[in-house]
């Protein structure tokens, strides 16, 4: 819940600063967006998939192998 004294306060600024209250807040939360770091990693790992598709496994068969690992 919202500190109803804090509210006040906030809502008691001038706009300009409550703008600024607003993008604090909105860089505080993880918005889900993909950095450039973040797509050049996945474009270097595509590629890399493209390019040696037998050096990697399918889903399915890695589930398969945990399975079988850890049936009793």
């Known amino acids: ?3 109803q004294v804090l509210l006040e ?3 008691a600024l001038d706009e300009v600063a409550r703008h ?4 604090a807040l909105q860089a505080s ?3 889900g967006r993909v950095t ?3 797509r050049a990693l996945i474009d270097e790992r595509l590629n890399e998939a493209d ?4 050096d990697f496994e399918s889903l399915d ?3 398969r192998q945990i399975r079988s690992q850890y049936a009793s």
Not at 20 to 23: F, L, R
Not at 51 to 54: F, T, V, W, Y
């Open 61 to 63: 068969e890695v589930e």
């Open 36 to 38: 450039e770091e973040e």
């Open 1 to 3: 819940m919202v500190d």
């Open 51 to 54: 390019e040696n598709p037998d």
């Open 9 to 11: 306060r906030v809502l």
């Open 20 to 23: 600024e209250v607003v993008a």
């Open 29 to 31: 939360f993880d918005d």
